[in-house]
């Protein structure tokens, strides 16, 4: 898979099987704002590995950009949060072949809790033709800024 840190910017059911995924590593680039290196964002496409994790504190960007406009039917996400109480917003936009702003296809709120709620799993029917690149933004914890952003999962159909 190509990569690209590109530094900060302001702004287990249903896991990942790499049969029914598309290989990301062959027909896209991802460009990320941090990553711890024992947490690459490789492995979040793979759904096997341990998944991403910012090297930073903060809002993070992950963007895909696709060789060749792609037409996209699912969109899963899963997040992990076993340790802290924090509510973390994320929002999922796409650009079509013929560039401009990315439109917004969700923006979400979950509340993680050590003793509740440690997972959450989005998993999103769209029909998204012609894309061209798919960015999500995390911010790890609305109130504070010394939240770890990660990204257990993301797969794309």
Same mark, same amino acid.
């Given at each position: 898979?190509?990569?690209?840190?590109?530094?900060?910017?302001?702004?287990?059911?249903?896991?990942?099987?790499?049969?029914?995924?598309?290989?990301?590593?062959?027909?896209?680039?991802?460009?990320?704002?941090?990553?711890?290196?024992?947490?690459?964002?490789?492995?979040?496409?793979?759904?096997?590995?341990?998944?991403?994790?910012?090297?930073?504190?903060?809002?993070?960007?992950?963007?895909?950009?696709?060789? $060749?406009?792609? +037409? @996209?039917? &699912?969109?899963?996400?899963?997040?992990? =949060?076993?340790? /802290? !109480?924090?509510?973390?917003?994320?929002?999922?936009?796409?650009?079509?072949?013929?560039?401009?702003?990315?439109?917004?296809?969700?923006?979400?709120?979950?509340?993680?809790?050590?003793?509740?709620?440690?997972?959450?799993?989005?998993?999103?029917?769209?029909?998204?033709?012609?894309?061209? $690149?798919?960015? +999500? @933004?995390? &911010?790890?914890?609305?109130?504070?800024? =010394?939240?770890? /952003? !990660?990204?257990?999962?993301?797969?794309?159909?």
């Amino acid at each position: 898979m190509r990569k690209r840190i590109i530094g900060t910017h302001a702004a287990k059911a249903n896991s990942l099987s790499n049969a029914q995924w598309l290989d990301l590593a062959q027909i896209a680039t991802v460009e990320v704002t941090s990553e711890d290196p024992g947490f690459p964002i490789e492995s979040a496409f793979t759904g096997n590995g341990p998944g991403w994790r910012a090297g930073t504190s903060g809002e993070q960007q992950v963007r895909l950009i696709f060789d $060749e406009p792609i +037409l @996209v039917r &699912r969109i899963q996400l899963r997040f992990e =949060e076993p340790e /802290a !109480s924090r509510t973390q917003e994320f929002v999922l936009r796409w650009s079509g072949a013929g560039g401009g702003l990315g439109a917004e296809i969700v923006r979400q709120q979950w509340n993680f809790s050590p003793h509740g709620s440690i997972a959450e799993v989005e998993d999103y029917t769209v029909d998204l033709r012609n894309l061209s $690149e798919l960015e +999500l @933004v995390i &911010r790890p914890d609305i109130s504070r800024n =010394e939240a770890i /952003a !990660s990204l257990a999962a993301f797969g794309i159909t």
